[in-house]
C-alpha cells in the first residue's frame, strides 16, 4: 500500500514539473453512506448514515483535460448492526486524505479515481443509551480506493459522488474488517469558477 501512495506522490511531482498548472481552492463537504464488510463473516452490517467535509486543490495543465485534485476531509463513517434485538452503532472519525486524477469533459464533467489514506481520529460503538470508546480495536490508518464523477457549473458551485472501494482491515484483531463508503456532496471552487473550453 505503502508503493500505492508513493506512486501518487511521483504523479503529481510528474505532473507539476511537466506542466504549467493552476490550483483552485475550494471547500466542500455531504453525505455518506458506509458499511463494514468482515470477510470472515459474522452478522452483516447495515448501512450508516454520515457525512464528510473539507478542503479541495484542482490542479490541472492548461490546455489540458487531466487533473490532479487533494482533499483533506473529515468524515464520519462506520456501521449498524442489530443482534438478538440489541442495536449497535459503530462511529468511525477519520481523516482522509485523497489524490483523485481526474479527466475533465468539455461540458464540466469530471471522471475521477484514485489512491486515499485516512487516519483514525475516533472509534466509538453506542448500544442503547451506552457509548463505549473502542479506538484501541482498530488500525490508525485505512486505505481505499474512491472512483466517482462530478460537475462544475459556470458559477464554481459543483457536485461529485463517489464510492470509496476499502482495501485495508481496519482492525487489529485479524477479523479482516473492510470498510466501504458512498459519497455525495457539494463543491466551490473559489477560483477559475468556469468550464474548461
Known amino acids: 500500500m505503502k508503493k500505492t501512495m508513493i506512486l501518487a506522490a511521483t504523479i503529481l ?8 498548472t493552476e490550483a483552485h481552492f475550494g471547500i466542500k463537504g455531504g453525505m455518506n453512506a458506509s458499511e463494514l464488510h468482515n470477510a470472515n463473516g459474522g452478522a452483516k452490517s447495515d448501512t450508516k448514515i ?6 479541495l486543490a484542482h490542479i490541472h495543465g492548461h490546455h489540458s483535460n487531466w487533473a490532479i485534485q487533494p482533499e483533506l476531509l473529515y468524515s464520519l463513517e462506520g456501521a449498524k448492526q ?14 482522509n486524505v485523497p489524490v483523485l486524477v481526474q479527466y475533465m469533459f468539455d461540458n464540466g464533467f469530471r471522471i475521477e479515481a484514485g489512491p486515499q489514506v485516512g487516519f483514525l481520529m475516533s472509534a466509538k460503538q453506542k448500544t442503547d443509551n451506552t457509548s463505549v470508546d473502542v479506538k484501541n480495536a482498530y ?3 485505512a486505505f481505499s480506493i474512491p472512483v466517482g ?3 462544475l457549473t459556470r458559477s464554481g458551485l459543483g457536485f461529485d459522488a463517489r464510492y470509496s472501494f476499502g482495501l485495508s482491515d ?3 484483531g485479524g477479523s479482516k474488517v473492510r470498510g466501504n463508503n458512498f459519497q455525495f456532496g ?4 473559489f477560483s477559475d469558477p468556469k468550464i474548461k473550453k
Not at 511531482?13 to 504549467?20: E, V
Not at 454520515?50 to 478542503?55: D, M, R
Not at 442489530?82 to 481523516?95: D, E, M, P, Q, V
Open 50 to 55: 454520515g457525512f464528510h467535509a473539507g478542503l
Open 13 to 20: 511531482f510528474a505532473f507539476g514539473a511537466k506542466a504549467q
Open 186 to 189: 457539494l463543491f466551490y471552487q
Open 82 to 95: 442489530t443482534l438478538s434485538g440489541i442495536k449497535t452503532n459503530t462511529n468511525l472519525s477519520y481523516l
Open 139 to 141: 488500525k490508525t490508518t
Open 149 to 151: 464523477v462530478g460537475y
Open 170 to 172: 481496519l482492525t487489529d
